[in-house]
């Protein structure tokens, strides 16, 4: 199995008026390319810090993260854009749709950033929209859809630059029952195609379609 991400004795402590609050102490893992990763715990366990050092948006304090070969500590700040851009799929539980844009334009918007050419981008953006079953939604603004529908956009928008890994942060925590189990299928679907999932939640129910479970706890590993 190949390596995708490799943490080190890996801590997180921020500094706030109060003094140093700890957010991960310590914590040694790995994930390997086709994984489905659930990372579970209570409010406050650090899931969602050791989320946010995996797909570089964050440093640790100590220890050390490995994306592949490289370890991000060394890595500059364009360099963590760019994989942030394109080997990292975002889906977040807030969506983080840009109301004035059409399912289309969120879609094909990071591939902007990436300087594809805009046709190329929105036949691309067309296609995942089609993929996750929003080819007749196109056009819609984000207030036109439903929470699912939203949802969706946002998972293909975190597809749009082909992504090895795809980071979900409580991907159904704002959508009903029936619905968010359409979006775990969705994901399940992504992971068997070969894309590596780490989802983050608090919710033991979602871990059932994970081959890998990590359970946090006050900023501690308590089992996998």
């Given at each position: 199995m190949t390596t995708l991400i490799k943490l080190e004795n890996v801590h997180k402590i921020y500094e706030l008026d109060g003094g140093e609050v700890p957010a991960l102490?310590?914590?040694?893992?790995?994930?390997?390319?086709?994984?489905?990763?659930?990372?579970?715990?209570?409010?406050?366990?650090?899931?969602?810090t050791a989320m946010n050092l995996v797909g570089c948006l964050d440093l640790a304090s100590k220890g050390?993260?490995?994306?592949?070969?490289?370890?991000?500590?060394?890595?500059?700040e364009s360099d963590l854009a760019q994989i942030r851009?394109?080997?990292?799929?975002?889906?977040?539980?807030?969506f983080n749709l840009i109301?004035?844009?059409t399912a289309?334009?969120?879609?094909?918007?990071p591939m902007a950033f990436q300087n594809v050419p805009r046709n190329i981008r929105l036949k691309r953006a067309h296609n995942l929209l089609e993929q996750v079953g929003l080819g007749d939604r196109i056009k819609h603004l984000?207030?036109?859809?439903?929470?699912?529908?939203?949802?969706?956009?946002?998972?293909?928008?975190?597809?749009?630059?082909?992504p090895e890994i795809i980071l979900a942060d409580e991907p159904t925590g704002n959508l009903d029952t029936k619905t968010g189990d359409e979006i775990m299928k969705l994901l399940y679907d992504l992971n068997k195609k070969g894309k590596t999932i780490i989802l983050v939640t608090h919710n033991p129910d979602?871990?059932?379609?994970?081959n890998k479970v990590i359970r946090l706890k006050d900023g501690k590993l308590v089992g996998s």
């Open positions: 102490n310590g914590i040694s893992l790995s994930i390997n390319k086709g994984d489905f990763v659930a990372l579970i715990g209570p409010s406050g366990s650090g899931k969602s050390e993260i490995y994306l592949k070969e490289h370890n991000i500590k060394h890595l500059s851009g394109k080997q990292i799929g975002f889906i977040f539980q807030v109301p004035s844009l289309l334009e969120n879609v094909a918007l984000p207030n036109q859809l439903s929470g699912g529908q939203i949802q969706r956009v946002a998972i293909a928008r975190a597809l749009i630059n082909d979602l871990t059932k379609l994970a």
